[in-house]
């Protein structure tokens, strides 16, 4: 006699928005990593443990926040959250999940500018170097593992980290050429096996699957009038503040330099935090004078010791600008309102682009041509973090380096003769502990803080 086939797990029932509130402040405060782990950290509160997301309807909106610029896992934070609890759910997620770093950081910047001089404070900063370019390869090695699962993508990441470093490409650019490439392919069934560039699986009935077994809610429907309405609300409250400081200070103060350069870093950094640090440390350092070399290394170490997205790192820059250039005011009060201008520009942004593109998206759910755009998308990111990473390991190993010119473009080498040996046993360690030994976060950043220590102080 044939056994019953076993009944399928019970649809877990929505939670309230105190329920929520608690989960989004738990992912808040325990979000270290970078992208990759606060996106795996996600992934194990909401898909796995808690079921409120299905698998696929969570990649849908990953794809979707990779596109946007901006920190990928804030905004998805923010989106999920206005899935469960409308507005007032994403605002929570999104604030959530920025504010506890958010505090960390900017004590981390006074502690900086305090004693950063101190030299056992640089010594510890010198090991944080090399820790953090250790971290930086193992998010790469995270994120292009669940992003490049067929060689389309692998080849996509590849095209792109040769456009930008070889080419200097803009990366604006090789987000639309990746977008318009994934949206080619769909014209081509046969190009990939299963019809789309995306994967992962997961059948699991969620809670928000029983939110939507009766048809989509008011609030996931795209609306015209509820889109004006969108921008009509965030508009004013994101470039109101920088309007009033431009009219107050005039052009040429640090408070309009930190509004407007910081508010169209919101539109163009795509990929988050690690596409976009080696232009914005340029700009620093050459356009603004707010920082000097080195000390963009300084701020990605620190945004890795805090919870909550690694572009906190514009926090570090705008505190370091404004205290740099006060004005008539107390450098520490200026340093505080800068770093507090950089979070408003930064962040406003976010929320604009979730409530106001998300019904669009979640409308397009299942269309194969935004499926394939989007992860073609994210596999042309990983290259550009790949570029990242060189950045990073020629600044933080050699202490020059040379641009190889080839008819006014071309890739930045290194000086071999120039190496840091202590940078580079450092950094051989933090890779061997992550990658190998499978060392957390801490752990990685303490030893290379003492190895710095160490090394630099007998």
């Not at 608690?22 to 509160?45: C, D, N, T, Y």
């Not at 699991?204 to 309405?229: Q, Y």
């Not at 690694?310 to 450098?331: E, K, N, T, W």
């Not at 190993?397 to 641009?403: H, S």
Request: aromatic share 10%; with cysteine.
């Amino acid at each position: 006699m044939q056994e019953p086939a076993p009944e399928p797990p019970p649809v877990p029932r929505l939670p309230t928005l105190g329920e929520a509130t608690l989960v989004w402040a738990k992912i808040g405060l325990l979000s270290f990593g970078g992208p990759a782990g606060q996106i795996a950290l996600m992934h194990r509160e909401l898909v796995e443990r808690r079921r409120w997301i299905g698998e696929q309807r969570f990649l849908h909106a990953l794809n979707y926040c990779m596109l946007l610029p901006g920190p990928e896992a804030q905004q998805l934070a923010v989106y999920i959250g206005w899935l469960l609890h409308r507005t007032p759910g994403g605002l929570i997620a999104g604030l959530l999940f920025v504010l506890p770093g958010a505090l960390v950081m900017l004590a981390l910047s006074m502690v900086y500018v305090l004693w950063r001089q101190v030299p056992v404070v640089d010594a510890a900063l010198f090991g944080i170097k090399a820790a953090v370019l250790a971290i930086v390869l193992q998010a790469l090695l995270r994120i292009g593992g669940h992003a490049l699962k067929t060689r389309m993508l692998q080849a996509t990441a590849v095209v792109a980290f040769i456009a930008i470093y070889v080419f200097q490409v803009p990366f604006p650019l090789i987000i639309l050429g990746a977008g318009l490439f994934g949206l080619l392919l769909s014209l081509w069934p046969s190009a990939v096996p299963g019809g789309t560039l995306a994967t992962g699986t997961g059948n699991e009935a969620s809670a928000i699957d029983g939110l939507f077994a009766a048809g989509a809610p008011d609030h996931v429907r795209p609306s015209t009038a509820r889109a004006l309405r969108v921008l009509a609300v965030w508009l004013p409250l994101w470039l109101g503040p920088v309007a009033i400081l431009y009219w107050l200070t005039g052009a040429d103060s640090v408070w309009s330099s930190i509004g407007t350069f910081f508010s169209g870093m919101a539109v163009v950094t795509f990929g988050g935090a690690y596409a976009v640090l080696a232009y914005v440390a340029q700009a620093a350092v050459d356009s603004y004078q707010w920082l000097v070399p080195g000390e963009m290394a300084d701020g990605l170490g620190l945004a890795e010791t805090t919870p909550g997205p690694l572009i906190l790192v514009l926090q570090f820059v705008g505190f370091l600008g404004a205290y740099r250039q006060p004005g008539g005011l107390d450098p520490m009060l200026a340093g505080t309102l800068g770093a507090g201008l950089t979070l408003w520009v930064t962040f406003a942004p976010c929320f604009l682009w979730i409530f106001l593109g998300a019904p669009f998206v979640e409308a397009l759910r299942g269309n194969r041509a935004l499926s394939m755009a989007l992860a073609a998308i994210t596999a042309a990111v990983v290259g550009v973090i790949f570029n990242l990473a060189i950045w990073f390991a020629l600044h933080v190993l050699f202490a020059q380096t040379v641009r190889l010119d080839l008819f006014g473009i071309g890739p930045e080498l290194p000086v071999p003769a120039s190496i840091d040996w202590q940078a580079a046993l450092l950094t051989g360690i933090a890779i061997l502990a992550t990658l190998r030994l499978k060392a957390g976060l801490f752990a990685t950043l303490a030893g290379c803080a003492a190895g710095g220590i160490l090394l630099r102080m007998v």
